[in-house]
């Protein structure tokens, strides 16, 4: 009995699967067992068909195809491959060693892609679970993307059978590192970024101090909320915002790729991060992730490295609002079910916009407010200070006026974000002045005794919490880094104060 590895889908990440195929004498007949979804069982009339096509007949006999470990829910067409592989070289003494199979095959024995190929590769080479694989021809652009990993692709049936019988050795390809993005190189690792900007900043006119704030936002991926009558260019601020972010690794890119391959779309290679806007009618578990039976992937999971906006936040479920605590504060979130655990890393710049009151004319200086104090309160009161505690810059916009004129590009925002990260990475941080634990707080953001003196008499006079006081620190080192300041100064310290939520 031959065996030939494969994976599968549990959640987010892959599981290793051994594919076994035995003979017996019996009445002829084609079986699979162990936990095989629709898709797998569907994937016999495939098989017969693919083998068929090769001149290859079946024996008569009973064939029993095995997936291990039983207890594993198995799904994906991926498995028609292995599974004809495996059937195919029966009788030969092909060794199929550190190979794992994964393709789908049409009724005439061609290969073709699937859309979760690329997560479960990259999943599995996560965990050095995996070296060599023959996957089909289709999905050697993206599958090459993944680094330190020996590919040999198969345009159908019969090419995977000459592989494995070592007669496809050229076939060989060595994945490599390499993206065709520009990028900078900080301690031998490779940030790679583009300059294109789909949406820029020099659309949006007036709003300097939002447009302050937003640079401060993007270097430092610092939670931010803008607060404004309607029109005056919140959500034009918030969508302006992926394309100034700090460059990106290649596991980021990566990562993100793979989240959009979980959504059963194309995966995109490109260093602009990702961007989610959900509605405020989506549910809980449309945000967080759920499902009755298996937990599923959801907007702050897909949001990772990247955006999360919400538009109108105080029309959100107080509930999702609420939920939002833990995944700002931790990066993570543990979605529970009876059936499955997981945990998700949320490190994402939390963006939200809102108007000042229900009608959106209480800053107004043209337009008369319509609502009462009870409603403005209520209004208020939907967003707790246990979440506005955790966002980092609050910004007040004004209305815009005729006169206004754009200052600043998209450009010009990025090269100082670009620069900025430069400062931060070699000066030892791992991760960004907004992301810094308590503990990296302690050594990046030190201040001198007169800065200390002012941020005591600014706790004591606001209120500020500990969590506040971390904040205003990881603002102020960014605003610092902005203004080339080695050290903290009080003017950083100033404008830093500026920004916490009134």
Do not use: W
Not at 338 to 343: D, E, G, Q
């Amino acid at each position: 009995m031959k065996r030939l590895r494969c994976a599968t889908l549990e959640l987010f990440d892959a599981k290793v699967v051994d594919v076994e195929v035995a003979f017996v004498r019996a009445l002829p007949s084609f079986s699979i067992v162990g936990l095989a979804q629709t898709s797998i069982q569907e994937s016999k009339e495939r098989i017969k068909s693919a083998l068929s096509a090769i001149d290859f007949k079946f024996p008569p006999q009973k064939v029993t195809v095995n997936l291990s470990p039983s207890d594993l829910r198995k799904e994906g067409s991926h498995f028609d491959l292995p599974i004809a592989l495996l059937i195919a070289l029966q009788k030969s003494k092909a060794d199929f060693g550190d190979f794992m199979a994964f393709g789908e095959l049409g009724l005439d024995g061609g290969l073709k892609d699937t859309a979760t190929l690329f997560a479960i590769i990259l999943s599995l080479k996560k965990e050095n679970l995996v070296k060599k694989v023959i996957i089909p021809q289709n999905s050697v652009e993206k599958i090459s993307k993944i680094p330190q990993l020996e590919i040999y692709p198969a345009n159908n049936l019969k090419e995977a059978i000459e592989i494995m019988t070592s007669m496809g050795a050229d076939k060989k390809i060595d994945s490599s590192k390499s993206l065709n993005h520009k990028y900078i190189k900080i301690n031998n690792d490779k940030y790679y970024y583009t300059q294109t900007f789909a949406l820029d900043f020099k659309d949006v006119k007036g709003q300097e101090i939002a447009k302050r704030a937003s640079l401060i936002a993007a270097c430092g991926m610092h939670n931010i909320l803008f607060e404004g009558s309607p029109g005056c260019g919140k959500s034009m601020c918030a969508k302006r915002l992926p394309y100034i972010l700090p460059p990106m690794s290649l596991d980021e890119i990566l990562e993100k790729a793979k989240l959009r391959a979980l959504e059963k779309l194309e995966p995109d290679f490109t260093p602009i991060r990702n961007f989610r806007s959900p509605h405020h009618s989506a549910t809980a578990a449309s945000v967080f992730g759920g499902g009755s039976k298996s937990a599923k992937i959801g907007e702050v999971a897909l949001a990772n490295n990247g955006v999360l906006f919400f538009d109108e936040i105080p029309h959100f479920p107080k509930t999702i609002l609420e939920s939002l605590r833990e995944p700002l504060e931790d990066h993570h979130l543990l979605i529970s079910r009876v059936n499955s655990k997981i945990r998700y890393k949320t490190k994402f710049l939390f963006v939200a916009a809102m108007n000042p009151c229900p009608c959106g004319n209480l800053l107004s200086l043209k337009n008369e407010c319509r609502c009462n104090d009870l409603e403005i309160a209520r209004y208020k009161k939907r967003l707790s200070s246990p979440l506005t505690d955790r966002i980092d810059i609050y910004v007040q916009m004004g209305e815009t006026k005729h006169t206004d004129k754009p200052s600043i590009t998209s450009l010009q925002m990025f090269k100082k974000v670009k620069d900025i990260f430069e400062i931060q990475f070699r000066r030892g941080q791992k991760e960004l002045n907004g992301k810094l634990s308590d503990t990296q707080i302690s050594k990046f953001c030190a201040l001198d005794h007169s800065c200390t003196q002012l941020l005591n008499n600014a706790s004591d006079r606001f209120g500020l919490s500990q969590r506040a006081i971390n904040k205003t620190l990881k603002i102020a080192r960014t605003i610092a880094d902005i203004e080339s300041h080695d050290d903290i100064k009080k003017q950083d310290l100033l404008e830093a104060l500026q920004y916490r939520f009134k």
